[in-house]
C-alpha cells in the first residue's frame, strides 16, 4: 500500500479541497500519513493571496523532497495556477496541478513516468462548470466545511484570486444537499457553507440564489448550525434578513467583509460598496439578531493610503463594535492592479498601523464579550485540550468547560462567568 501525505496553505476552500483529494486517494487504497513523516507521494496545495504564501509553498515542496529524495512531489492550488512556469522550476517538484482537474490527480499521479516535470495546469479563465469535487466523511472534526462556490469576478485590485480561481461556478443544489445529507448521517451538526465568493452562488445558474440553498440546508434533518464565509455588505438587504429570521440554525454570527473604513481607499480597492453602506448592513444585523457578533478583514497600509485615511479606518471600525479584525498589512502582489500603484506605504509604517488595529480588535472583542457575562448559552464543544472541553457559541464566543463527561460534538448548555483570555470565556455546565 502506498503511502501519501498532504498539507495545506491558505483559506478554507484549500482546506476543503484537499480533504476531498485525500478522500480521492483513500478510496484507491492509499495510506494517507502525516506531511513530517516518510510517504511516497507529497501533495502541497497552494496558495498565493500572499507573497508570504508563495515563499512556504516553496518552503514546503522543499521540504517534501529532502523529507524522501525518492518520492513524487506534486503542487496544486492558487500557486500553481497563477505561476505554473515558476513552481515548475523549484528542485525538487514533478507535477504542477492547478485549481482544475484535482478530481483528476489520482489518474495524473499514477501516469508519471518517474522522469522530469508535468506542467498539468490548464487556462481556467473561460471555465463554465463546478468541478466535482466532495466529501463523504471527514476525521476528528465536528464542523464540516461544504465548497459550494468556486470562482470571483470581483477583481479587487489587490487581490490575485480571480486569476487563480476563474470566474463564478456554482455547485449544482442537489450535489450539495447530498453532501449535507451524508455529513449529517455521520454525525455532523454544524457546517459552514463556503467558496472564493460564496454570496455569488448561484448566480450562473440562474434559478437559484445563495439566500435559497441557505434555505435548503437548513431543511436537512440532523444539521443543527449553518454558518457561511465572508459575505459583502451588500448582501445584507431586508429581503435577506426576513428570509434569514425564519431559519434558527444559522448562527448570529456575520463575518462581513469591509477591507478599509475609509471610502477613498475603498474606492481605490475596487470594492463595491462604501462605509455608510457597511454601517447600514451592521444595523439591519444587529436590528434583527440581538446578540449577532460581526467580524471582518482589515487592511492597512493600502498604497496611497495617508494617516488621515487610516485614522478615518480605524475610528470607523471602532464605531462598528465590530468583535474581532482580522488584520493584514497591505503585501504587494506581481500581477495586480495595487501592486503598480504609486505611493508604497513604508513597512514600519505598516507595522505600526497594523499593531494599533490589532490593539483595537482586542479591546472591541472583550466589550463584545462581556456583554455575555452571566449568560446562559448554547455551546457546541468541539475538542479537549489542557483539561477542558472547548467549543463556540453560536455568535462565535470561544468557551471553555471542565467535564468528566465526553462533550465533543455535544450542544450543551453553559453559563458563560468571565473573559479568561483573548476571544476566550469561562463556561459553567447547565445539565437539565
Known amino acids: 500500500m502506498k503511502s501519501i501525505a498532504f498539507t495545506t496553505l491558505g483559506c478554507k476552500v484549500n482546506m476543503y479541497d484537499t480533504e476531498a483529494m485525500m478522500e480521492l486517494f483513500a478510496d484507491k487504497g492509499y495510506r494517507i500519513v502525516d506531511f513530517d513523516d516518510l510517504a511516497d507521494i507529497y501533495i502541497i496545495n497552494t496558495c ?3 507573497n508570504f504564501g508563495d515563499k512556504k509553498s516553496r518552503q514546503m515542496i522543499r521540504r517534501a523532497r529532502r523529507k524522501n529524495p525518492n518520492a513524487i512531489v506534486a503542487a496544486t492550488g492558487c500557486y500553481a495556477q497563477v505561476a505554473p512556469e515558476k513552481v515548475s522550476a523549484i528542485e525538487g517538484i514533478n507535477i ?3 485549481t482544475k482537474d484535482r478530481s483528476r490527480i489520482v489518474e495524473i499521479i499514477e501516469g508519471y513516468e518517474g522522469k522530469g516535470v508535468v506542467n498539468a495546469v490548464t487556462d481556467i479563465r473561460g471555465e463554465k462548470e463546478f468541478e466535482p469535487l466532495r466529501i463523504n466523511r471527514l476525521a476528528n472534526r465536528t464542523r464540516a466545511f461544504i465548497k459550494i462556490q468556486e470562482g470571483c469576478d470581483r477583481y479587487c485590485t489587490y487581490c490575485i484570486i480571480p486569476y487563480a480561481r476563474g470566474p463564478v461556478r456554482s455547485r449544482r443544489p442537489e450535489d450539495i444537499i447530498s453532501e449535507v445529507e451524508r455529513l449529517a448521517q455521520n454525525g455532523f451538526k454544524e457546517i459552514v457553507l463556503t467558496g472564493i465568493h460564496v454570496a455569488s452562488y448561484g448566480a450562473d445558474l440562474g434559478d437559484i440564489t445563495f439566500c435559497d440553498i441557505i434555505e435548503q440546508v437548513h431543511d436537512t434533518e440532523g444539521i443543527e448550525r449553518i454558518r457561511f464565509s465572508s459575505v459583502e455588505p451588500t448582501v445584507i438587504t431586508d429581503d435577506f434578513i426576513e ?3 425564519k431559519l434558527p440554525k444559522v448562527c448570529d454570527h456575520y463575518h462581513l467583509s469591509l477591507q478599509s473604513g475609509c471610502n477613498k481607499t475603498l474606492k481605490a480597492m475596487n470594492r463595491r ?7 447600514a448592513a451592521c444595523d439591519k444585523l444587529r436590528n434583527a439578531f440581538p446578540n449577532v457578533a460581526v467580524t471582518t478583514d482589515i487592511i492597512v497600509g493600502f498604497p496611497a493610503e495617508r494617516d488621515e485615511d487610516y485614522r478615518e479606518s480605524l475610528s470607523f471600525a471602532e464605531k462598528m463594535k465590530l468583535s474581532k479584525i482580522h488584520v493584514f498589512p497591505y503585501s504587494p502582489k506581481e500581477g495586480t492592479p495595487a501592486a503598480k500603484m504609486k505611493e508604497q506605504i ?3 509604517v505598516k507595522d505600526r498601523r497594523s499593531e494599533e488595529m490589532i490593539a483595537l480588535s482586542n479591546m472591541l472583542s472583550r466589550q463584545f464579550m462581556s456583554r455575555f457575562e452571566g449568560k446562559e448559552a448554547e455551546v457546541l464543544f468541539e475538542r479537549f485540550e ?6 463556540h457559541t453560536a455568535n462565535y464566543i470561544k468557551v471553555l468547560a471542565k467535564s468528566d463527561e465526553d462533550l465533543t ?3 450543551i448548555r453553559v453559563k458563560l462567568k468571565k473573559i479568561v483570555k483573548e476571544e476566550t470565556m469561562m463556561g459553567e455546565l447547565i445539565w437539565i
Request: charged content about 25%; cysteine-free; proline content about 7%.
Open 48 to 50: 498565493t493571496v500572499t
Open 96 to 98: 504542477v496541478l492547478g
Open 243 to 245: 428570509r434569514i429570521k
Open 273 to 279: 460598496y462604501t462605509s455608510e453602506e457597511y454601517a
Open 346 to 348: 513604508p513597512p514600519d
Open 386 to 391: 489542557n483539561g477542558y472541553y472547548e467549543g
Open 409 to 411: 460534538n455535544k450542544l
